[in-house]
């Protein structure tokens, strides 16, 4: 059974740096790309950042680019979110989710609420 | 950047109504389409994947079409579990756009 579970998540205050993990397990993780989604309060779904399995390739979304940082570590089915200057609009939940161009389904955490304020 | 766009915004209907939801792409992303469902407080269930794959689980009344640029999802015979906000995904390139959402609400 695939499963990918979010952890990290908290209350910071702006400008202050936080860091998400997303354990998978279920499937051979190096082989799949992996993307972080947010939704902040009441707002619909955002892509925020995407990985290739092998972890040579990054993408971001206009709104994160230069603050937040993407990685994985293959040995330990672990996919990290680094997000430094934290701002209040950075406020949602995060979830990793399995997707990519491959005849196989797509698979989501639960999510963890990061709260961006004074 | 994909620009995904869905009609409408919002739906009203009645349990035992067929509804459908139309998702656009500003440009093609073959068939890397998904559909999800989501209710206040838990994430998105995918329902939909690769535009008519069915996600195992789901009622098959619940089904996908389209390719290229327009797609579409439908629910036949709606029942009241099936009230909730509805968002396509394309994952054909980055970043992996969403559709702005669609509420579907009981008349």
Known sequence: EVQMLESGGGLVQ?????????????????????????????KGLEWV???SGSGDSTYYADS????????RDNSKNTLYLQMDSLRAEDTAVYYCARVGP???SIY???GTLVTVSS | DIQMTQSPSTLSASVGDRVTITCRASQSVSTWLAWYQQKPGKAPKLLIYKASSFESGVPFRFSGSGSGTEFTLTITSLQPDDFATYYCQQYNSYPYTFGQGTKLEIK
């Open chain 1, 102 to 104: 491959t005849t196989y």
């Open chain 1, 49 to 51: 950042s995407g990985i």
């Open chain 1, 14 to 42: 702006p400008g202050t740096s936080l860091g998400l993990s997303c354990a998978a397990s279920g499937f051979t993780f190096s082989s799949y790309a992996i993307s972080w989604v947010r939704q902040a309060p009441g």
């Open chain 1, 64 to 71: 994160v680019m230069g603050r937040f940082t993407i990685s």
């Open chain 1, 108 to 110: 989501w955490g639960q």
